[in-house]
């Protein structure tokens, strides 16, 4: 709280707002310089807007906002679109973006990360470079040149030095780096290998040329630095709050590998995959990234109209068990108490049948299922009784 006097204070906490927009009240009269009478009328003021944005009791949320983000769904487009100008990777956007956020999806069409650096990397390209060698999944093909001996049935490594220099700055012996890179073959391939300078050879322990381009195979695949999920990092200047710096962008995400690498901001990094967010940073954070790439695909497709509170509430729900629930029959729609409810979703004769199985009773709490046998629904005027009563006269 900032530094107020006891007597704004009182006048302020006597209201009937959430501490945060009491913090925010206090921080809004320390700026202005204001007198008691003027603070009570500034915290009156906030009070009463905040009162009427409040739902009213029995008000059909579920379905207004059902109704709220599914009404601009209709306009979105089936396209992919580049990522924030970013031209070389491609990101779901639209309506698949949108059905990928609802249905819970593990994996993303095309995840991605938006990595922020530290002060002392994101201001120096070299430096930032440092951070994308890290995190870009270097394999072979990168380093240099393969070929075959088949006479000698030996594979062949000619690494190319300025390339090494490259991806491992902090390094200045390429011999050193050829070595380190010819233990990871010999422990990913069980081979013996021969080095000299910047040159590796090796073969399968019998002669066989199947072995041997089996070898080869298998060396594409080795990654021998980096993050094997991330195959491309691309880096941009951009202008951020904390002034114009260095930010990377990837195709392809290890959220919780990423966090621990040197260099990174792990505050303001953030990923597309909400399962990798919900296992790294737990649920409220998961919570947070629903709503807010929701809010971003909506956006994109000029369709910001829809208020925040609805996406906010579908994620509630999809949140509240602690874990992450898709909206369908395997995941909230399919779990309800209500046989009418599941069965009107989809696949509805396995779910009456399987009801009639178990001798399920339906006790018509919800909407759904009070529209399905005509009855009012239990909202609104709909869940209040009128009774008249004798006279006391």
Same mark, same amino acid.
């Given at each position: 709280?900032?530094?107020?006097?006891?007597?704004?204070?009182?006048?302020?906490?006597?209201?009937?707002?959430?501490?945060? #927009?009491?913090?925010?009240?206090?921080?809004?009269?320390?700026?202005?310089?204001?007198?008691?009478?003027e603070?009570?009328?500034?915290?009156?003021?906030? !009070?009463?807007?905040y009162?009427?944005?409040?739902?009213?009791?029995?008000?059909?949320?579920?379905?207004?906002?059902?109704?709220?983000?599914?009404?601009?769904?209709?306009?979105?487009?089936?396209?992919?679109?580049?990522?924030?100008?970013?031209?070389? *990777?491609?990101?779901?956007?639209? +309506?698949?973006?949108?059905? @990928? #956020?609802?249905?819970?999806?593990?994996?993303?069409?095309?995840?991605?990360?938006?990595?922020?650096?530290?002060? !002392?990397?994101?201001?120096?390209?070299?430096?930032?470079? @440092?951070?994308?060698?890290?995190?870009?999944?270097?394999?072979?093909?990168?380093l240099?040149?393969?070929?075959?001996?088949?006479?000698?049935?030996?594979?062949?490594?000619?690494?190319?030095e300025?390339?090494?220099?490259?991806?491992?700055?902090?390094?200045?012996?390429?011999?050193?780096?050829?070595?380190?890179?010819?233990?990871?073959?010999?422990?990913? +391939?069980?081979v013996?290998?021969?080095?000299?300078?910047?040159?590796?050879?090796?073969?399968?322990?019998?002669?066989?040329?199947?072995?041997?381009?089996?070898?080869?195979?298998?060396?594409?695949?080795?990654?021998?630095?980096?993050?094997e999920? *991330?195959?491309?990092?691309?880096?941009?200047?951009?202008?951020?709050d904390?002034?114009?710096?260095?930010?990377?962008?990837?195709?392809?995400?290890?959220?919780?590998?990423?966090?621990?690498?040197?260099?990174?901001?792990?505050?303001?990094?953030?990923?597309?995959?909400?399962?990798?967010?919900?296992?790294?940073?737990?649920?409220?954070?998961?919570?947070?990234? +629903?709503?807010?790439?929701?809010?971003?695909?909506?956006?994109?497709?000029? #369709?910001?109209?829809?208020?925040?509170?609805?996406?906010?509430?579908?994620?509630?729900?999809?949140?509240? @068990?602690?874990?992450?629930?898709?909206?369908?029959?395997?995941?909230?729609?399919?779990?309800?108490?209500?046989? #009418?409810?599941?069965?009107a979703?989809?696949?509805?004769?396995?779910?009456?049948?399987?009801?009639?199985?178990?001798?399920?009773?339906?006790?018509?709490?919800?909407?759904?299922?009070?529209?399905?046998?005509?009855?009012?629904?239990?909202?609104?005027?709909?869940d209040?009784? +009128?009774?008249?009563?004798?006279?006391?006269?």
């Amino acid at each position: 709280m900032t530094n107020v006097t006891e007597d704004i204070e009182a006048v302020v906490e006597d209201t009937q707002l959430p501490r945060r #927009l009491k913090d925010e009240v206090y921080s809004s009269i320390e700026a202005r310089d204001v007198t008691v009478a003027e603070a009570d009328e500034i915290a009156q003021a906030v !009070e009463t807007r905040y009162m009427n944005t409040r739902v009213d009791p029995l008000d059909p949320v579920g379905t207004v906002s059902a109704q709220s983000i599914g009404e601009p769904g209709t306009q979105m487009t089936m396209n992919t679109f580049h990522y924030a100008g970013v031209a070389e *990777i491609d990101v779901t956007q639209g +309506l698949p973006r949108l059905i @990928e #956020l609802v249905d819970a999806r593990k994996t993303p069409d095309t995840p991605m990360m938006t990595v922020h650096l530290d002060e !002392e990397h994101a201001e120096d390209r070299e430096r930032a470079h @440092e951070v994308v060698w890290k995190i870009e999944a270097t394999r072979i093909l990168a380093l240099g040149d393969i070929s075959t001996n088949v006479a000698d049935m030996l594979v062949q490594i000619d690494l190319n030095e300025d390339t090494l220099l490259e991806r491992w700055p902090t390094m200045n012996d390429t011999e050193a780096i050829a070595e380190e890179i010819a233990d990871i073959i010999e422990s990913n +391939l069980g081979v013996q290998t021969q080095q000299a300078g910047t040159v590796i050879e090796f073969g399968p322990e019998e002669p066989s040329y199947r072995d041997l381009l089996q070898l080869v195979e298998e060396l594409r695949d080795i990654v021998f630095k980096g993050i094997e999920e *991330i195959s491309r990092v691309v880096i941009r200047k951009e202008e951020t709050d904390n002034g114009e710096e260095f930010v990377l962008y990837t195709e392809g995400s290890d959220f919780g590998e990423v966090l621990g690498i040197e260099g990174v901001d792990a505050s303001r990094t953030t990923c597309n995959n909400i399962h990798e967010i919900y296992r790294s940073l737990g649920v409220e954070a998961a919570r947070e990234t +629903l709503i807010n790439e929701t809010m971003n695909t909506l956006e994109e497709q000029g #369709l910001d109209d829809v208020n925040v509170r609805h996406l906010m509430l579908v994620a509630d729900i999809m949140t509240n @068990e602690g874990t992450i629930e898709s909206i369908g029959r395997h995941g909230i729609s399919g779990s309800k108490d209500s046989v #009418l409810a599941r069965a009107a979703f989809e696949v509805t004769v396995n779910h009456l049948l399987d009801a009639a199985i178990h001798g399920e009773v339906d006790e018509l709490d919800g909407v759904t299922e009070n529209v399905i046998v005509g009855k009012p629904i239990k909202l609104g005027t709909g869940d209040v009784d +009128l009774r008249m009563g004798a006279s006391q006269d």
